[in-house]
C-alpha cells in the first residue's frame, strides 16, 4: 500500500498545523496539504482539521511511501530521470488504497522530493520524465506547459493511412456514461493539434503503424483525434467501441481473450516514445528502448 499511517505522540493544547510542523518535521506547505486532503486522524480515526486543538494521545498522517516492484529509470542525470513505463501501471495514485503506481518507484528511488515532471494514460505505454528535485520540477512542468518539449508516440491503428495528416479539432469533455472519455464533437472544446506520419502498414490485419506527434496536451488527445478520423487505436478500451464494453474494459471484468477480440489487442497499443527538450542548457533527446512494442 503506498499510504501507510505514520504515528506520533500528541502535545496536549497544541493546535494540529503546529504541531505537524514542530513535532511532526513538516514543511507548512506538506502540512497545508495532508489536511486539505483529510490525511490527518486522531486515536480513533477522525479526520483533524486546520486549527483544531489537540485533546488526544496520538497523531496519525497518511503519508506516500513508495514500493519497488523493481523498475529502474533508463536514463538519469543529477537533476531527472526517465522511466519507461509498461503498459497497465498508473503514474500516479488514484485513491489512498492504489496498491502500486509509478509513483511508487519515483519515491522509492529518489526520495519524497522527486516528483512527475508529466502524466500520461496507465494503459499508454513509453517515457515519463521525472523532477528529482523541486527546482528541477518547477522548470520541467514548465517546459511541459508551454509546450517547449517534443514529445512522439507510436501507434498502431485500424484501418490504412496512407499520408501524412494534421487533426486540428477541439477536444472537450463527453457527455457519456463513460466519465473520461472526451470528444471532438463539441466545437466550444479546446484547440487541439496532432500530426500523424505513417510508417508501415500491415495488410494481413488492417493496421497501420503511424507516428503521433501531439502539438498541444488536452487528455486522450491522440486517442480521440485519431478516433475522430476512423482510425481507433488498436486496444483502445474507451474509443471505437460501446459504452457497455468500455465499461466492461475499464473494470476489468473481460478476459484478454474477450478484450483482444473486441478491440484488436489485450491492451492499448501506444507508446511514447521519443522525448526532445532543452534544460539548462544541454538538448537532450530520449529515446524508448521499446520502440517496437507491436511485434
Do not use: W
Not at 503498459?87 to 519515491?107: A, F, N, Q
Not at 472526451?182 to 510508417?199: F, R, V, W, Y
Request: proline share 3%; hydrophobic share 35%.
Amino acid at each position: 500500500m503506498p499510504f501507510v499511517l505514520k504515528k506520533f505522540n500528541a502535545v496536549q493544547g497544541k493546535k494540529i498545523q503546529s504541531f505537524l510542523l514542530d513535532e511532526a518535521g513538516l514543511s507548512s506547505s506538506a502540512s497545508q496539504k495532508l489536511l486539505s486532503k483529510n490525511r490527518v486522524f486522531d486515536d480513533q480515526g477522525n479526520i483533524l482539521k486546520n486549527g483544531q486543538i489537540i485533546d488526544f494521545e496520538h497523531v496519525q498522517v497518511a503519508v506516500f511511501e513508495g514500493r519497488t516492484r523493481g523498475l529502474k529509470p533508463m536514463f538519469e542525470v543529477e537533476d531527472f530521470a526517465v522511466f519507461d513505463k509498461p503498459s497497465g501501471i498508473m503514474v500516479h495514485p488514484t485513491r489512498k488504497d492504489t496498491p502500486y503506481c509509478l509513483l511508487d518507484e519515483i519515491r522509492y528511488h529518489f526520495g519524497d522530493k522527486a516528483d512527475l515532471a508529466h502524466r500520461i494514460d496507465a494503459e499508454t505505454s513509453g517515457l515519463v520524465l521525472v523532477a528529482k528535485n523541486k527546482q528541477a520540477s518547477t522548470i520541467l512542468k514548465t517546459l511541459f506547459e508551454n509546450r517547449k518539449c517534443n514529445k512522439e508516440y507510436l501507434a498502431l491503428v485500424k484501418g490504412q493511412i496512407k499520408d501524412n495528416i494534421t487533426i486540428d479539432k477541439p477536444i472537450s469533455k463527453s457527455n457519456g456514461i463513460i466519465g473520461i472519455k472526451m470528444t471532438c464533437e463539441n466545437q466550444d472544446g479546446k484547440a487541439s493539434t496532432t500530426h500523424i506520419q505513417p510508417l508501415k502498414f500491415n495488410e494481413q490485419d488492417n493496421t497501420t503503424l503511424v507516428k503521433a506527434i501531439p502539438i498541444t496536451g488536452r487528455q486522450h488527445q491522440i486517442r480521440v483525434h485519431l478516433d475522430s478520423i476512423g482510425h481507433t487505436i488498436t486496444g483502445d478500451p474507451i474509443y471505437g467501441v460501446d459504452d457497455q464494453t468500455a465499461d466492461q474494459c475499464l473494470k476489468k471484468t473481460l478476459s484478454d481473450e474477450d478484450r483482444t477480440d473486441l478491440t484488436g489487442a489485450k491492451r492499448l497499443m501506444l507508446h511514447a516514445n521519443k522525448l526532445s527538450f532543452i534544460y539548462k542548457g544541454e538538448k537532450y533527446s530520449i529515446t524508448s528502448k521499446f520502440s517496437k512494442f507491436y511485434e
